[in-house]
């Protein structure tokens, strides 16, 4: 089957950095994508990778070492309003999934002052 | 621009009823995809349509879900004899096209099933 890994929540401190780990088991490898959604609102999309290495953008940045399965999002000068539910989605790309995004349970960040 | 628009926002309705949620995607957008998501959980994929293909509905949880998408536009999800579990968020995304992997998101269609 399919499963992604995240940890259920994280609290941090304004200004600091914060890392948010997903490794996954999935039939299929395409790309891995971060969404951030606040609550009661629609997912966000913040990055996607296909290869392995760091995507930067802004204060947030991805990660992707596909050997390992694993990827994590780094947001670093954290502010209250990025105080949201993070998600990592694997694209499958097995043949007939191509198609296919499995998301993770989400990662609750509580950012505090 | 507008973004993806779905109604209704909120459906209670009594177990056994159908009800119709109806997504409307970024204008130019030939992707769409319907998820659900459960109190407190990810996005469980249901359906996708790449413009005038035929849909991939692997992820539909029973034959009482269904869906369909007019004209490469509208989409509409259906839900018949509804039941307890089927309450949920029903989140509505639409992209450029199959090979691209940004995905935009709709506010939902919070279902309750009494």
């Known amino acids: 089957g399919q499963s992604l890994e995240q940890p259920s929540e994280v609290t941090a401190v304004e200004g600091a950095i914060v890392q948010i780990n997903c490794t996954y088991q999935?039939?299929?490898?395409?790309?891995l994508s971060w969404y951030q959604q606040h609550d009661g609102g629609a997912p966000t999309f913040l990055s996607y990778n296909a290869l392995d290495g760091l995507e930067e953008t802004g204060r947030f940045s991805s990660f992707l070492s596909r050997s390992d399965s694993y990827g994590y999002l780094l947001l670093q000068e954290l502010q209250m309003k990025d105080s949201a539910s993070y998600f990592c989605a694997v694209r499958d790309g097995a043949k007939g999934n191509f198609n296919k995004f499995y998301f993770g349970s989400g990662t609750k960040l509580n950012v505090k002052p | 621009g507008a973004g993806v628009s779905q109604s209704p926002s909120n459906k209670v309705t009594e177990k056994g009823k159908d009800v119709e949620l109806r997504c409307d995607p970024i204008s130019g957008h030939t992707a769409l995809y319907w998820y659900r998501q459960s109190l407190g959980q990810g996005l469980e994929f249901l359906i996708y349509?790449?413009?005038?293909?035929?849909?991939?509905k692997s992820g539909l949880p029973s034959d009482r879900f269904s869906a369909e998408r007019t004209g490469g536009s509208v989409s509409t999800l259906t839900i018949q004899r509804t039941q307890q579990e089927d309450s949920a968020v029903y989140l509505c995304?639409?992209?450029?096209?199959?090979?691209?992997?940004?995905?935009?998101f709709g506010p939902g269609t919070r279902l309750t099933v009494l």
């Open positions: 999935t039939s299929g490898f395409y790309g």
């Open positions: 995304a639409s992209s450029l096209g199959r090979n691209n992997n940004e995905q935009f």
């Open positions: 349509f790449q413009g005038n293909s035929a849909p991939d």
